[in-house]
């Protein structure tokens, strides 16, 4: 039976609060990390493992700077259980709000690259074996990033919007620690290298005194990057170079074996 009849819908309205991030979506490759379309499908599968994202070919798949929308989606469900609410994974907004939320501009042209990205998340198709509900005789779970979402218009201009999200990640949002805050100005980094690194550092090294390391190698597969491991190992080295991850810093040694290993830990804030 459909839960459907059930389903409220909440205002998402929230400003100026801590940004969160769902872990699942930190660490593994669920987006296209090109601005550019993806049409082909990524394909991940590690000890057990299993992330298939698949585009539809008018749209492609959804890309890293579409999953600012479900950040955003994150942020305002935690914000309305810190304040004693009941969220929902309807919820209704400003796309103005939206917009200013994940460091925007507002104008009408990014209202038309609003509803691109909603309608990328909307087709793009996802299987994984993450978080299985216990007791089911499935083996994956399958879903779309957005369930449903639509906009109201007035005279030609926006005047709302809705989304609902799906139960998987709604689920993986509200439970005990499903979302880590991240800084604010991962909104303002411009590659999806670089914003993909973020996550997997804030992830992964967190506030560690050691930070944490991946081979060249990991990070390609935990990428899903489509390009050759040269390449992609190119771009990292370029992102390490540049240097402009918020909290944390990165830096290229060689391991025993010669194999290129990226080391990610929190920058070390000048006091003095």
């Known amino acids: 039976m459909s839960d459907e009849p059930q389903l409220e819908m909440f205002r998402a309205a929230y400003t100026d609060i801590p940004i969160r991030d ?4 930190m660490e593994r490759p669920f987006f296209s990390l090109s601005k550019s379309p993806r049409k082909t499908p990524i394909q991940y599968n590690v000890n057990g493992t299993m992330v298939k ?7 492609g798949i ?32 400003h796309p103005y709000s939206l917009l200013k939320g994940i460091r925007r ?19 793009t198709y996802i299987q994984t074996t993450i978080r299985v509900p216990k007791g089911s005789r499935k083996k994956t779970v399958e879903f779309h990033w957005i369930d449903q979402w639509d906009a109201l218009e007035e005279n030609g201009k926006p005047i709302g919007m809705s989304i609902t999200l799906p139960d998987w990640l709604f689920e993986g949002i509200v439970q005990g620690g499903g979302v880590l805050t991240i800084h ?14 973020y996550r997997v550092a804030r992830k992964h090294a967190g506030s560690q005194e050691g ?4 081979t060249m190698k990991q990070l390609h597969e935990k990428s899903g990057s489509a390009s050759k491991l040269a390449n992609f190992a190119c771009d990292i ?3 390490v170079s540049a240097d402009v991850l918020p909290e944390y810093t990165l830096e290229i040694v ?17 006091t003095g």
Request: proline share 2%.
């Open 22 to 25: 769902q872990r699942d979506l």
């Open 53 to 59: 994202v698949s585009p539809v070919e008018e749209y």
């Open 62 to 93: 959804a890309t890293i700077w579409d999953a600012d929308i479900l950040i955003w989606a994150a942020t305002q469900i935690t914000e309305m259980m810190d304040r004693g609410g009941t969220p929902s994974r309807k919820m209704q907004f």
């Open 105 to 123: 501009g507002v104008g009408g042209d990014q209202y038309q690259k609003l509803q691109a990205a909603l309608r990328r998340l909307a087709a």
């Open 184 to 197: 604010e100005d991962y909104f303002t980094l411009k590659g999806g290298i670089e914003r993909w690194l």
């Open 211 to 214: 930070g944490w390391r991946f």
């Open 237 to 239: 080295r370029k992102a």
């Open 254 to 270: 060689r391991n025993r074996a010669g194999q290129e290993v990226v080391c990610m830990s929190r920058r070390v804030l000048n």
